[in-house]
């Protein structure tokens, strides 16, 4: 089914991503027990925060340089990088104004503060994450599978070894300074890095960069204004979680709820992994064939089966993973079973969204994204004032049921073939049954005994597919 380069181009790119997960394993344990779930929550707001103004400053310029990347002269291309990176900077300005002149307003309103430096710390991991943003980018475009790799557990390795130097250091400062510096000195290293062995890119061309050629500001933004904002509207629907934590719970919540998610970190790999070699492959089989639905479908039952099962399998295995946390975060425990279904939902979702990308319909994933928020709104409204961080997860873990749901609906609707729905059906549901009795109460053999039930019954109902 799988070409042997395109299998070693997979595995030069992912190879990052896993030795990155034995790093975090290790790393994880020390953290939590050295950076409290109070300082911990301010932290993963402020990355929060961070992700949508860097969204916000790139405009999708990001996009529009991977879009016309080899549509460009090769020796052009370093001025379409420069065009992309003017526009990103002429937004930091304007956000940057607008944030230090309504700066005690905008400290209070988004960290619930008055700590100026959070500002001031915010701005400079804007700038540094731009540049890392494109660095990184620019490697991805050469595919240097291999530099790319490397750089991602450097960035890990760098992240972790800080840290620990600016804790264990004579530095009187706040607790919650000590991984945003970190993370802000990683970038900016990681960043040097990249831009040093890709340096040919980095060096101004001579010639008109608005030629035929290559591209002028206005094709950039209009490429790539529609896809940021479908990025925003992502980004509300996959953070709306942790504002509605922290509105109406507190940091300590927010600690917890994010130290869950380091909990789903394999799964998580397993999507990242598998987006970086499916996206690709599913155009390549398109191009060649867009009649061949077997495939699609042949895949689409592979993966929803694989990832089901590993999920019952990361949810049984909760109890051991208590080793990696201390005594402030056992709680996040029984926060993450639910959580375990937003990268299988959507790992399963890419197959079956690929129609709306074949036929260009963006619109479908805006109206995706706009009706999920609205479903993961409702929830946290309903549930976090009761359940706390708990609530989130539950809600998080629903929203992405519907988003599954929602992207396959629309994707079969532009690209169809076959999906047996009630072994779908049966396989999410009773997964988010299992995480859902996971979350609500504490291990005991009759939730064991009907986890492992159900995982039989999705076996032999897949036995079929698995022998061919």
């Excluded at 089914?1 to 990155?20: A, D």
């Excluded at 290293?189 to 030629?211: C, F, H, M, Q, R």
């Excluded at 609707?413 to 999410?428: D, G, R, V």
């Amino acid at each position: 089914m799988f070409s042997h380069s395109l299998m070693k181009k997979f595995l030069s790119f992912s190879i990052g991503n896993w030795v990155s997960l034995l790093i975090a394993l290790i790393s994880t344990p020390i953290i939590t027990r050295i950076i409290s779930p109070e300082d911990f929550g301010v932290f993963s707001l402020f990355t929060i925060i961070l992700n949508l103004l860097l969204m916000i400053s790139m405009l999708g310029t990001d996009q529009s340089y991977g879009r016309f990347y080899y549509e460009v002269d090769k020796g052009l291309r370093k001025n379409l990088l420069f065009y992309c990176l003017r526009i990103s900077f002429f937004m930091l300005i304007a956000i940057a104004l607008i944030i230090l002149i309504f700066r005690e307003y905008a400290v209070f309103f988004l960290f619930d503060s008055n700590d100026f430096n959070l500002i001031i710390l915010l701005l400079i991991g804007l700038v540094m994450s731009i540049f890392n943003r494109f660095s990184l980018l620019v490697v991805r475009m050469e595919q240097r599978g291999g530099l790319y790799s490397v750089l991602q557990v450097t960035t890990k390795l760098l992240d972790f070894g800080i840290l620990l130097l600016i804790y264990y250091s004579y530095f009187n400062i706040k607790e919650y300074y000590i991984p945003i510096i970190s993370m802000i000195v990683t970038c900016l290293a990681v960043s040097l890095i990249a831009i040093i062995l890709t340096k040919e890119n980095w060096k101004l061309s001579k010639g008109d960069p608005g030629n035929k050629k290559t591209y002028n500001y206005r094709q950039l933004i209009s490429y790539g204004f529609p896809l940021a904002i479908t990025m925003i509207m992502t980004w509300v629907f996959q953070y709306t979680d942790r504002f509605f934590i922290k509105a109406l719970g507190d940091y300590r919540e927010l600690g917890l709820y994010a130290a869950a998610f380091k909990l789903v970190a394999i799964l998580t790999i397993i999507q990242i992994s598998f987006t970086t070699f499916w996206v690709p492959l599913s155009n390549q089989k398109y191009q060649e064939n867009n009649q061949d639905r077997q495939f699609f479908s042949r895949m689409f039952s592979l993966v929803s089966f694989a990832m089901t099962a590993i999920g019952f399998i990361l949810i049984f295995s909760k109890d051991l993973l208590k080793i990696m946390f201390g005594e402030q975060y056992m709680e996040a425990v029984y926060i993450f079973p639910m959580l375990v279904l937003v990268p299988v939902m959507y790992t399963i979702s890419e197959i079956s969204v690929v129609g709306i990308n074949f036929n260009k319909k963006p619109k479908y994933h805006i109206l995706i994204s706009v009706l999920v928020c609205l479903v993961s709104i409702i929830g946290n409204l309903g549930l976090v004032p009761y359940l706390g961080a708990k609530g989130a997860a539950i809600s998080t873990g629903v929203s992405y049921v519907f988003f599954l749901i929602l992207r396959t609906n629309f994707g079969v609707k532009n690209f169809s073939f076959n999906i047996n729905y009630k072994k779908l059906y049966f396989e999410i549901f009773s997964l988010t049954f299992f995480a859902l009795i996971s979350t609500l109460t504490k291990t005991n053999p009759i939730q064991i005994g009907i986890g492992i039930f159900l995982l039989m019954v999705i076996f032999f109902i897949n036995y079929k597919n698995l022998k061919k």
